[in-house]
């Protein structure tokens, strides 16, 4: 089945500072979901980003599909950002279970 | 307001006995899905539903029944045969398999 790996697992950072979290995936897809996990486990809705550029705010998303990763980029991290982020994509890359990869940590210190 | 709702948020349970988890969505959404997860892990599909009166097994179904009875609902069930089922479990609906998915906000389950 297809596989997710997110990169970095952990990542701290201070207030203010920009990071940019990676997800590869090992075969063609045509939807990616980008999730913010917070301190009390529910998993917010960040991006449904299948191609291209999508941005709210402080965050943007940015999916290469031909060649299989998407990144998600925090601008002037604030500490509220801290949490576990996902993405997640289609399990055979068409209309199926989603698949999860295994988060990247992050945590903002004031 | 629209949502998914799981119930309860903390649920503990004694070792041999089966407890059934809820998750209601008022969004008529078609897809329901359920999920474990573990700490420092990722998710893992337990069962998925695409439409009302059909489910299908996800990757780690052992141990666990389901049923959709109405578009609403898709409540968890979690038998005596599930041998580690201490666990975080998230609900989660979308518009059809190949949509967004939203989720709840899920339920802590502890075996004392």
């Known amino acids: 089945g297809i596989q997710v790996e997110q990169s970095p697992p952990d990542l701290i950072l201070q207030e203010g500072a920009n990071s940019t979290l990676r997800c590869n995936f090992s075969?063609?897809?045509?939807?990616l979901q980008w999730f913010h996990q917070n301190p009390w486990g529910q998993l917010i809705n960040l991006f449904y980003?299948?191609?291209g550029t999508k941005q709210n705010g402080r965050l943007s998303a940015t999916t290469v599909a031909t060649e299989r990763y998407s990144l998600l980029y925090i601008s002037s991290s604030q500490t509220t950002d801290s949490g576990v982020y996902f993405c997640?994509?289609?399990?055979?890359?068409?209309?199926?279970?989603?698949?999860f990869g295994k988060g990247t940590k992050l945590t903002v210190n004031p | 307001d629209g949502g998914i709702t799981q119930s309860p948020k903390y649920l503990f349970r004694k070792e041999g006995q089966n407890v059934t988890l809820s998750c209601e969505q008022n969004?008529?959404?078609?897809?329901m899905y359920w999920y474990r997860q573990d700490p420092g892990q990722g998710l893992r599909l337990i069962y998925y539903?695409?439409?009302?009166?059909?489910?299908q097994k996800g990757d780690i179904a052992e141990g666990y029944s389901v049923s959709r009875e109405k578009k609403e609902s898709f409540p968890l069930t979690v038998t005596s045969a599930q041998k580690n089922p201490t666990a975080f479990y998230l609900c989660?609906?979308?518009?059809?398999?190949?949509?967004?998915?939203?989720f709840g906000q899920g339920t802590r389950l502890t075996v004392v």
């Open positions: 969004l008529n959404h078609d897809a």
């Open positions: 075969d063609s897809v045509n939807n």
């Open positions: 980003i299948p191609s």
């Open positions: 997640a994509v289609p399990a055979q890359g068409g209309s199926e279970k989603l698949v």
């Open positions: 539903s695409q439409i009302v009166n059909d489910f």
């Open positions: 989660a609906s979308g518009q059809s398999m190949n949509t967004e998915a939203f």
